[in-house]
């Protein structure tokens, strides 16, 4: 599960980050006295004004309906009001979203931590997740904070730092250290580092995060170091200890259709291919995507009906399939262990005849219990669905429906 910058900044706060204060409004009438607010509380003359969409490359990006960038800086608090308004409600557009853009339904004010005049300062970048090639949990850090840190990997590697923490053990202090002396800190800024990425890790674990991405960390003149920005990705299945952040999930920066298909139960991510699966088990899910790319398609999506895979769910499962309007196939991939193939097969033809035509040839695999009657009544439907009973037919008949 993805957060907004201002939510990410809250968990790194509880556990000792010095971050970016800020205060989050969702309509321009309470910007000023927010605004005003956030003034008193830090000082701050300047406010800086970000868009909240799940997307990096905000600062860059540009509000489709007035041209305004997401992240924009406000000296005065005299127009921030109108500045405000020319970001929330548009669409905004940058390299990680479509030309459509994500909507920005939430701005997050937050005071001016780049001192006026100071030459002192410096950006890092810096991020914790999991490594799995590796096995273990990462810090990546770099000199080249706030930029593209995929361009500096490229056009820059050896500015590319990375440390790799033994779960056995944790973070330990010479790790810390090492991370900043290879920032090339010294002084008071060394030990606010130390401290920094300590509190980080301590974040990534606690909240039992996949990602956190601080791009940049500032290294203030007065060698304060701060979270200017924060991305981070929950792990979904940790979820149920963490009741709160559960609460904190925005649907509104979802994909609607994975939206739809996970209230309904089913397990759906869409991809960019041209015939859709079903199946129940995600290492099945992963076999079936290889037959499809084996057969000369691509696959339109990843979907698990799970263990129970009766009428009404089949249908539902179709109908989320359907609404992707590049699907010019779908294989159904079904292992009948717990559940009969007989059943899935009267499933398939049921959910068909409810839904009516169906414009697209659907090829059904049933493996497991009672599997040769499953097909009986696939092949006797009447309907255009072919049935297959090994990959390799499976496989043939993908091919000869795209051509």
Known sequence: MNLHEYQGKSILASHGVTVQRGVVVDNAADALAKAKELQAETGTEGIVIKAQ??????????????????????????????KVKDILGGHLVTKQTSAEGKKVNKVLLAEDVYYPGETETSEIYMSVLLDREKERNIIVYSTEGGMDIEAVAEATPHLIH???????????????RKIAFNLGLEGKAFKEMTKFVYALYAAYEGCDASMFEINPVLKSSDERVIAVDAKVTLDDNSLFRHK???????????DPVEVEADEAGLSYVNLDGNVGCMVNGAGLAMATMDIIKYSGGNPANFLDVGGTADAERVEKAFRIILKDPN????????????????????????????????????IVRLQGTNAVEAKVLIDESGLNVHSAVLLQEAADLVKSVLN
């Open 53 to 82: 969409i799940h997307a990096g490359g905000r600062g860059k990006g540009e509000v489709t309906e007035t041209g305004s960038h997401g992240v924009v800086f406000c000296p005065s608090i005299e127009k921030l009001e109108g």
């Open 162 to 176: 990375k440390e790799v923490i033994d779960p056995r053990v944790g973070l330990q202090g010479f790790q810390a």
């Open 244 to 254: 709160e952040y559960a609460s904190w999930r925005d649907k509104t920066e979802e």
């Open 327 to 362: 699907v010019e196939a779908i294989l159904v991939n079904i292992f009948g262990g717990i559940v009969r193939c007989d059943r899935v097969a009267q499933g398939v033809v049921d959910a068909y005849k409810n839904m009516g035509e169906i414009p697209v040839p659907i």
